[in-house]
């Protein structure tokens, strides 16, 4: 090794990245699966939805959470990111491979990277214009969903998509079991919480007397 | 023409198997330089197919009991048929013991003894005591007297393969994969290296070395039906016996085992006999214990293997489109064991033949498999006629075998003379020198090179490579195999004498450029066929039987005139080898009845 | 009955500067049981001697012969052409350095593999030929030998696209072969001592989880539950000390 990467190589830094990865990934589909399961409330009706969103806010709940959240999405990015093949050579070798190459989970990772480049700046949107709207209560949230209900599907899907192959990843690069079960668990579950997002997408459209 | 690159080092050694690599950790550790050259990957040699296991007297297992090196050597004495030399044989037992310990401490994860009682297929009960527990185990394999065959699952060829080469690298041994020696250099008293194609690119190079060591394996390849990797070509015994001055030893012993997977000749190991699988006939009817009621399937390889012929020609064989063949019966062991101890198996039935062992039955029939046979040398591996030359491991007739090799006592040979002689060459180099005269070595490779230019120029004639080579195997299957006799034998010598002419007058369809695979094939024709030749004239000059040479014409062995050991020589320009014999060392045990095979049967009948 | 194939094969000379990469085909009638091996040497004994490919054992067992055949590595040997359609393409392993046609030198890389990762047993103790043998749970024994089942062959380095982009990457067989190491008693080495073995993006860290190693190894490894295991005990091992 060249004396100056011998200098300014720090043995840890790979270990650090990965486990950065591992946990932030974990924490973002945590988060992103309960705020689904939360915004899901308005199936219970706009007075649950609203308590629900006072809640959070009068225990400050949101005002730590949402910082947190996005500070873990940018180290997410960071961190999973760096997977990413940034010289043109090695994206055309990648899909050169992938297209050669039979393998159904690198498809999988490829989708990973093209979902998540997409919430970045899909999701990034929709943090703003939920913060500049701040409070949270159902009828702003009726408004905005009716008007952008495209939006919503749209980052309803990716994210959704992300998340579930996110853990099925993560389980598959550090857990105990083996991946065919694993795949089926997480399929499972990511149609559950999409079944929500659409009834929740739906009962927000019917409010908005969208339908 | 240019010169060729000299490449000089203390110890040459041509082969990468467990013996070469095993004999070049020797020769390293005594300080020396070393080179190892190579067809392919070391761990790609031969010996990584070895799935049974490795003999050794340890008696750590229940039905090991009481076993120790003079058991083994009265076992490999029997089994030798008498034709093994008992010095070599006694210095082998009672070093294998050392030899698989060191395995162990190598990294070989030998299967080890677990304390209980178990119930054999046969519904005998044993106990494995406490007292052992954790120690190498060992399994039953044909021809011995106790369990004594340590084994891992059914990998062992290949775990011992990668525990020695991983000394190797830990070393830093050099080691010239994809290369070829074609042709020994020497001044007519000493070897002093090789001349070696290179796989990668087709030049040839000159290796230079005060001592070297042919450690190339066997010969299988001359057989259309071999379970040998289709490299096992013989080649360091050809290269040798090229020479004119080193002699091959008993390359009519040339052992059958009795389970090859028909069609495609892959083998089922002996462990799944050991482990109390069946032969069956047409009728399913388990006929070993007919023949040979003491040790049924166990009995050794060649009786094993004759006594399936036999019955195939009493009209009880199985009718295939491939020929008659038999059954070997492993169902009854269950799905655990087949799927853990015998997996390898598993797998080569399901995906070579499509059959599941678990519930199927697998066809199978005696396949060449190993040779007796190889460069002659003495208890410390020095080959006959040359200073400096050394043979190891199946290439080499250090004469642990005789006319039959027990099974096991090939990958224990590979390291216990793989250790044994790397010692005497490292003695040797440390007090030798090298000297060479600089045109006689070139003028080596330049023959090679003219040989390489006549092939591709097609001056001497159009013969095809591979007809030649089609030929010599059928005539071997068909004249040479099993049963022999005297009419069936001159036809064989006759035909590949032809054969042998032709090889002469090759032509190459391609342009035989750079590493061309038909130009390397037919590099290696003449020397094939000459070793073709010393097998089929040694078995027509021996009149009797013994170990796997079996005569029809000639049933029984004669100790009189032939407990001797057959010496063949290749004079220049001829084709036939001059035969000559030696007397075989009896030191311990002198001829008597093996225990099994047609004597004691016969005797048992009268 | 006998179908025709058409066989699609790469052929290249690296050595020869007037050669350039091209697909060449062959047409050959299949046999009962045919395999690749078969087909190839079939090939070459009657239409086109030139052809190099590399078969050792033919039986699944020495790892010489792994080519991509219809887009997946696999062993040729054990490939039966019944299992495909009429056409089959076979292309050298990427990542390895080519040697002609369908032969690549899967040995050197692997040599290097061993060397980086030390594959030999690490151990203060000397040998003492006339002591018995360490003794050993057999269980243990059986679970070194579940990871010891690799031959070499390459098939998942070469499904890998990390392999593929990223020289210096071990991959699932490096990482294997440590895992083989990690779970002996006989060797001695350190969590940290293993940790500088691969604790990096050459080694564990470096795969991504795309498991092409998992679905392609002809021997039946189980690489994505060793790589998982590797990666935590690394991965402890690193936040250890
Ligand atoms: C299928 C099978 C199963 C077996 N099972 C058992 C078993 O269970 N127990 C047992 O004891 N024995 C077994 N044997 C026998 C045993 O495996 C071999 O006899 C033994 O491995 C031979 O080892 P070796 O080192 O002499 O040769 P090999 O392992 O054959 O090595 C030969 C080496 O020489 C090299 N070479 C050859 N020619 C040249 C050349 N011209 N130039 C340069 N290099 C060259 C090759 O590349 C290779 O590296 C089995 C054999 C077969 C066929
Ligand atoms: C904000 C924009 C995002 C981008 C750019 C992004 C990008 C990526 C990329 C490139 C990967 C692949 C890395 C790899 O597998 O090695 C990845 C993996 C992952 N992402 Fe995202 N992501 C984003 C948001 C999210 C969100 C919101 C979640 C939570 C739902 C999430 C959860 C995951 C998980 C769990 C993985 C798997 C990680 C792993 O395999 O180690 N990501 N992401
Ligand atoms: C971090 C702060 C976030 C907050 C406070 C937040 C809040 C909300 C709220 C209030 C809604 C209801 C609709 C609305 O009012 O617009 C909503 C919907 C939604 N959010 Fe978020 N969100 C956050 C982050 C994210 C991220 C990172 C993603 C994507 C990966 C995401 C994806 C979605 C989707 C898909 C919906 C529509 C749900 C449906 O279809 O029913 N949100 N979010
Ligand atoms: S792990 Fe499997 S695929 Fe990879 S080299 Fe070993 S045997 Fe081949
Ligand atoms: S394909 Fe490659 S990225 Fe990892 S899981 Fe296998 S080594
Ligand atoms: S030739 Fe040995 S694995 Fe295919």
Redesign the pocket.
């Known amino acids: 090794m060249q004396a100056q990467r011998l200098l300014t190589k720090n043995p840890r830094a790979e270990l650090y990245y990965d486990i950065v990865e591992l946990f932030t990934g974990l924490t973002l589909v945590g988060f992103l699966w309960t705020h689904m399961i939360f915004v899901s409330t308005i199936l219970l009706g706009t007075e649950v939805y609203d308590i629900l969103a006072a809640g959070l806010d009068d225990y400050y709940l949101s005002y730590i959470g949402i910082p947190f959240i996005i500070i873990v999405a940018i180290m997410h990015v960071l961190s999973a990111g760096r997977r990413i093949p940034t010289r043109y050579q090695e994206q055309k070798v990648i899909w050169r491979h992938a297209k050669m190459l039979k393998g159904t989970d690198t498809w999988v990772w490829i989708f990973q990277v093209i979902t998540g480049v997409s919430i970045l700046a899909l999701g990034a949107i929709h943090v703003f214009v939920v913060l500049a709207q701040w409070p949270i209560d159902a009828a702003i949230s009726t408004e905005r969903m009716t008007a952008f209900w495209w939006f919503y599907l749209v980052l309803l899907l990716l994210g959704e998509y992300h998340a579930g192959f996110g853990i099925y990843r993560q389980f598959v690069k550090w857990g105990w079991f083996p991946r065919r079960p694993l795949g089926f668990v997480c399929k499972v579950i990511t149609t559950i919480i999409l079944g929500l997002g659409f009834a929740a997408l739906w009962v927000f459209n019917a409010l908005g007397g969208a339908l | 023409m240019s010169n060729y690159q000299i490449i000089t080092t203390d110890v040459l050694i041509?082969?990468?198997?467990?013996?070469?690599e095993r004999a070049a950790i020797e020769a390293a550790a005594a300080g020396l330089d070393c080179i190892i050259?190579?067809?392919?990957p070391?761990r790609r040699?031969?010996?990584t197919?070895?799935?049974?296991?490795?003999q050794a007297s340890l008696g750590n297992c229940a039905m090991g009991k009481g076993d120790g090196p003079d058991v083994h050597f009265a076992d490999t004495v029997k089994g030798s048929d008498w034709g093994c030399d008992q010095e070599v044989a006694r210095l082998f037992v009672n070093t294998v013991p050392i030899a698989v310990r060191q395995m162990s401490y190598w990294g070989v994860p030998w299967n080890r003894v677990v304390a209980g009682k178990k119930t054999l297929p046969d519904g005998r009960e044993i106990e494995d005591t406490k007292d052992m527990e954790g120690l190498i185990t060992a399994r039953d394999f044909g021809g011995t007297a106790k369990w004594r065959t340590c084994y891992t699952s059914d990998g062992?060829?290949h775990t011992m393969q990668y525990a020695v080469d991983s000394v190797v690298i830990k070393m830093g041994i050099t080691v010239h994969d994809r290369?070829?020696?074609i042709s020994l250099i020497h001044d007519g008293t000493t070897c002093q290296g090789m001349v070696v194609r290179c796989l990668r690119s087709g030049e040839l190079r000159i290796y230079l070395a005060k001592s070297t060591v042919i450690?190339?394996?066997?010969y299988?390849r001359l057989y259309g039906a071999s379970?040998?990797a289709i490299?096992?070509e013989g080649?360091?015994m050809y290269?040798a016996i090229d020479t004119g001055i080193v002699p091959l030893g008993n390359m009519e012993a040339v052992q059958f085992h009795p389970t090859g997977m028909v069609p495609v000749w892959i083998?089922i190991?002996e462990g799944a006999r050991g482990d109390g699988g069946y032969l069956l006939d047409k009728n399913l009817h388990r006929f070993m214990p007919d023949y040979e009621p003491a040790k049924k399937e166990l009995a050794s390889r060649d009786v094993v293997s004759r006594r399936m012929i036999q019955h195939i020609r009493k009209g009880l064989g199985v009718e295939s489109q491939y020929g008659q063949h038999l059954w070997l019966d492993i169902r009854h062991l269950g799905e655990k064991h087949i799927n853990t101890n015998l997996r390898e198996i598993a797998n080569i039935c399901r995906n070579f033949n499509g059959i599941d062992p678990i519930k199927d039955l697998i066809p199978v029939r005696p396949t060449q498999?190993?040779s007796m046979g190889g460069v002659r040398t003495n208890i410390d591996g020095a080959a006959y006629g040359l200073k400096g030359l050394f043979a190891v491991?199946?290439?080499a007739c250090w004469d642990l075998h005789g006319f039959n090799r027990l099974?096991?006592?090939?990958?224990?040979e590979?390291v216990v003379s793989g250790m044994i002689v790397g010692k005497k060459v490292a003695e040797y180099t440390l007090g030798a020198s090298l000297n060479y005269n600089y045109t006689q070595v070139q003028d080596f490779a330049k023959q090679q090179r003219e040989k390489i230019n006549t092939l591709i120029s097609g001056k001497q004639g159009k013969e095809n490579v591979y007809q030649i080579r089609r030929e010599m195997e059928q005539t071997l299957m068909d004249y040479v195999g099993i049963f022999r006799n005297g009419p069936d034998l001159e036809k064989a010598v006759a035909k590949l004498q032809e054969l042998y002419h032709r090889s002469l007058k090759l032509g190459l369809k391609s342009d035989g450029k750079w590493a061309n695979p038909e130009l390397s094939s037919a590099l290696r024709m003449p020397g094939m066929l000459k070793l073709a030749l010393c097998i089929s004239y040694g078995a027509l000059q021996r009149t009797e039987s013994r170990g796997s040479h079996a005569r029809e014409d000639f049933p029984k062995r004669d100790d009189v005139n032939w407990l001797k050991r057959t010496l063949a020589y290749w004079p220049a320009g001829s084709s036939l080898p001059k035969l000559d014999y030696e007397s075989v060392k009896i030191t311990e045990l002198p001829p008597g009845d093996r225990g099994y095979g047609e004597s004691s049967a016969n005797q048992g009948k009268k | 009955m006998s179908r025709q194939l058409t066989f699609s094969i790469f052929r290249y000379n690296p050595n020869d500067p007037s050669s350039a990469p091209r697909m060449q085909e062959y047409t050959l009638n299949e046999s009962t049981g045919m395999t690749i091996f078969v087909a190839l040497n079939q090939i070459r004994e009657e239409q086109d001697p030139s052809l190099n490919f590399d078969f050792v054992c033919r039986a699944a067992i020495c790892g010489s012969c792994a080519m991509v055949i219809n887009g997946r590595p696999r062993l040729a040997c054990k490939t039966l052409t019944k299992d495909f359609k009429d056409t089959i393409t076979l292309m050298p392993l990427p990542v390895f350095k080519l040697v002609g046609d369908l032969a690549v030198d899967t040995g050197t890389w692997f040599r290097h593999m061993s060397l980086k990762t030390e594959s030999w047993i690490h151990t203060n103790k000397k040998f003492d030929p006339i002591a018995q043998e360490d003794r050993m749970d057999n269980e243990v024994a059986l679970n070194i030998y579940e990871s010891e089942r690799c031959i070499e062959c390459g098939c998942c380095i070469a499904g890998c696209a990390t392999a593929n982009i990223r020289e210096e990457f071990l991959g699932a067989a490096g990482i294997n072969r440590v895992g083989r190491f990690m779970v002996d008693p006989r060797d001695e080495r350190s969590d940290m001592e293993y940790f500088e073995v691969i604790g990096s993006d050459e080694g564990a860290f470096g795969c991504m989880g795309l498991m092409a190693c998992d679905d392609n190894c002809p021997m039946g490894l189980p690489l994505q539950l060793q790589l998982a295991f590797v990666r935590r005990k690394i991965t402890m091992a690193g936040l250890k000390s």
């Open positions: 041509v082969g990468a198997g467990l013996a070469g050259l190579s067809l392919v070391p040699s031969h010996s197919a070895a799935q049974g296991g490795m062992a060829g290369t070829e020696a450690a190339t394996g066997g299988g379970t040998n490299i096992n080649s360091g290269i083998l190991t498999h190993y491991g199946e290439a099974g096991g006592n090939s990958l224990a590979t």
